[in-house]
């Protein structure tokens, strides 16, 4: 089969997903590289359609065996991936996010909820760090960064798919409802008045992160339980958002995990 061209049809179509307003529309997005693709083909119905190069379909055979796969030209490829150096496959799929009343209604030892994160490398990276801390799901709340930015998607190393990620646009609404479950909503201030290494974190939780640049608002800040502070012993001033959540959800999963 001759290897589908940039200038096709299908690759076009798929490479204007590259638009959040289009990835709306369609509710479909591009997931970038083995790790997403081998993710997405983890959920059942997620995958609509994988676009491969020749060299890449040899490489992961294993991975791709089974799965919808077109093959592209490296230059149609390219055009499909915001990568520096593309890995050769990427995915058209489905989203995953669920409503929040079926996230807290799971019960959650371990939440972590994003407000107003607007980095897709910082989204990402938090959702990668709740996978591997052994959080229960992720929470994109507020005017966070959409779930499904490329950029989001690749920051996330396959964990997208690993979880349960909600999307609310009212943050305040997240944190009652993670309340109402039975849930200690604590947030992530350097100001706070609890130091988080004196902080009780053996029940269930959910972590409270604001946005880069000016953190938690104070009114969402208010809701919360506690305010938490990240003890500061050397001279820095404080920890980016993605390495505060590690911090975080670390200490959390230590003492549950206990």
């Given at each position: 089969?001759q290897p589908l061209?940039?200038?096709?049809?299908?690759v076009?179509?798929a490479r204007?997903l590259?638009?959040?307003s289009?990835r709306t529309?369609?509710r479909?997005?591009l997931a970038d590289?083995?790790?997403?693709?081998?993710?997405?083909?983890?959920?059942?119905g997620?995958?609509v359609?994988?676009f491969?190069?020749?060299?890449?379909?040899?490489q992961h055979?294993a991975l791709l065996?089974t799965a919808?796969v077109?093959?592209v030209?490296?230059r149609?490829?390219?055009?499909?991936?915001d990568s520096?150096s593309?890995a050769?496959v990427v995915?058209v799929?489905?989203p995953?996010?669920?409503?929040?009343?079926?996230v807290v209604?799971a019960?959650?030892?371990?939440l972590?909820?994003?407000?107003?994160?607007?980095?897709p490398?910082?989204?990402?990276?938090?959702?990668?760090t709740?996978?591997?801390a052994?959080?229960?799901?992720?929470v994109?709340a507020?005017h966070?960064?959409?779930?499904?930015?490329?950029k989001?998607v690749?920051s996330?190393?396959?964990s997208?798919?690993?979880?349960?990620?909600?999307?609310?646009p009212?943050?305040a609404?997240?944190?009652?409802?993670?309340?109402a479950?039975g849930?200690?909503?604590l947030?992530a201030d350097g100001a706070g008045?609890?130091?988080?290494?004196?902080?009780?974190l053996?029940?269930?939780t959910?972590?409270?992160?604001?946005?880069?640049?000016?953190g938690?608002?104070?009114?969402?800040?208010a809701l919360?339980d506690h305010?938490?502070a990240?003890?500061?012993?050397?001279?820095a001033e404080?920890l980016n958002?993605?390495t505060a959540a590690?911090?975080?959800l670390?200490a959390s999963?230590?003492?549950?995990?206990?």
């Amino acid at each position: 089969m001759q290897p589908l061209s940039a200038s096709n049809a299908r690759v076009k179509e798929a490479r204007k997903l590259s638009r959040r307003s289009v990835r709306t529309e369609r509710r479909l997005f591009l997931a970038d590289g083995p790790k997403a693709v081998e993710g997405a083909l983890g959920v059942d119905g997620c995958v609509v359609e994988v676009f491969a190069t020749t060299s890449a379909l040899d490489q992961h055979a294993a991975l791709l065996a089974t799965a919808p796969v077109t093959l592209v030209d490296e230059r149609a490829l390219a055009s499909l991936s915001d990568s520096v150096s593309p890995a050769g496959v990427v995915a058209v799929c489905r989203p995953v996010d669920a409503p929040l009343e079926h996230v807290v209604a799971a019960s959650p030892r371990l939440l972590a909820v994003c407000a107003d994160v607007r980095d897709p490398g910082n989204a990402g990276t938090v959702i990668r760090t709740a996978d591997a801390a052994g959080a229960d799901a992720v929470v994109l709340a507020g005017h966070s960064v959409d779930a499904y930015n490329p950029k989001t998607v690749r920051s996330t190393v396959g964990s997208l798919f690993h979880l349960p990620l909600a999307v609310e646009p009212d943050a305040a609404a997240v944190v009652r409802a993670a309340q109402a479950r039975g849930l200690t909503v604590l947030a992530a201030d350097g100001a706070g008045e609890v130091d988080l290494f004196e902080a009780d974190l053996t029940g269930p939780t959910a972590w409270l992160f604001g946005n880069e640049a000016w953190g938690l608002p104070d009114e969402l800040a208010a809701l919360a339980d506690h305010r938490v502070a990240i003890p500061i012993h050397g001279r820095a001033e404080s920890l980016n958002l993605s390495t505060a959540a590690a911090v975080c959800l670390y200490a959390s999963a230590r003492a549950q995990h206990r």
